[in-house]
């Protein structure tokens, strides 16, 4: 199938071969014949499977001809809700590569930055706007964004929104949009309490569901190595030294935890760049451009701040924090060999991370390689480590008395 046949037009098409698109994925074809035809949905795809264009299309081809709308009387027509900044903005990005050959008007809103500016993007007029929910609720707030004329919401890595907590702010915006729109709900994974929200809000939804949630690429190749928790940082030195090679993202578990190992890295003479929650946006936007740019070849992060975010030509993933939810495990690894190209995922495993590796590998349905010619291995028989303290209780037994008071003082009485 190409996109022609899926009765996009002329303006869309051309824009789209020029970024050298030339077949739908899966996920587009299921998805833009029903959302042309004004259907709820909800779709279950990972992440690479080419989900943002699935819903850009359809909307940029039915705003088509309410494009000439003088500038300051344009509405937001479409509204995009993205749980983080990065991928908010990834998502403004293909929906200007998509619509370069409209009048349609794009724009994004998102915490961490000032305000202002956002507001001068509204003023102007906007068909689409994509947003972060606590920065849109916020310009609501102030009247500067009117969600009177909103004909499509979509709600992008809907799994991700709930984990973060956003939930009633969710709600809060499809109630503030009109009650004829249609819903678009996307996930990568579908949940009971994601579940929970498409019966509140979506009507009669048609269900797409790309691929089982639990398959990995049959293009990763998956490496396993069991090492006792203080070795990690040598072991990343060694597999970072030997064996790896290209781009490379590392997933560690706290924001602490990625920090440590950026200055590692950095010492050892390692070009590296790290995003987490507590970075500024802009720093985290000036890590992913150097890293997009190849300025620097390793980016740390943490799963929040990488969720989504759009990296070509990654030829490794590593597992340094293994994640005790096995679909993120699948996440992460997801992030190489896309498009038909081959990948390599590395998992770092303590003894207190092996039930995680259990879930992993049952998740899906293999056993990863297990890499045991490495410098720093794990005894087998090696329990969890339990940090206790050193101290042993108090110095004064109770009941007993001090040192001071057993000396024979002259009392005055």
Known sequence: MSFKDLKLNRPLLRAVAEAGYDNPTLVQEKSIPLILEKRDVIVSAQTGTGKTAAFALPILQSLF??????????QVKALIISPTRELASQIEENFKTYSSYTNLRTGVIYGGVSIEPQKEILKKGLDILIATPGRLLDLHKQDYVNLDYVETLVLDEADLMLDMGFIDDVKKIERLCTKEKQVLLFSATIPYKVEQLANSILTNPERIEVAQNS?????????????????????????????????IIIFR???????KLEQTLLKNGYKVTSIHGDKSQTARQEALDSFKKGETNILIATDVAARGIDIDNLDAVVNFDLPNIPETYVHRIGRTARAGKTGMAYAFCSADEKTY?????????????????????????????????????????????????????????
């Open 253 to 259: 578990r706290t924001k602490f935890g990625v920090d």
């Open 215 to 247: 398959s990995t690429s049959k293009n990763v190749n998956q490496f396993l190595y069991f090492v006792p928790k203080k070795n990690k940082i040598e072991l990343c030195l060694h597999v970072l030294r030997n064996t790896i090679k290209g781009n």
């Open 357 to 413: 590796i259990q879930s992993i590998q049952q998740l899906i349905h293999l056993q990863l390689d297990v890499v045991d010619d490495h410098p720093y291995p794990l005894d087998p028989k090696a329990k969890p480590e339990v940090h206790k303290s050193k101290r042993t209780g108090s110095k004064h037994k109770k009941g007993r008395k001090s040192v001071a008071s057993k000396k024979k003082k002259k009392r005055w009485y």
């Open 65 to 74: 001809d309410s494009q000439d709308a003088p500038k300051k009387g344009k």
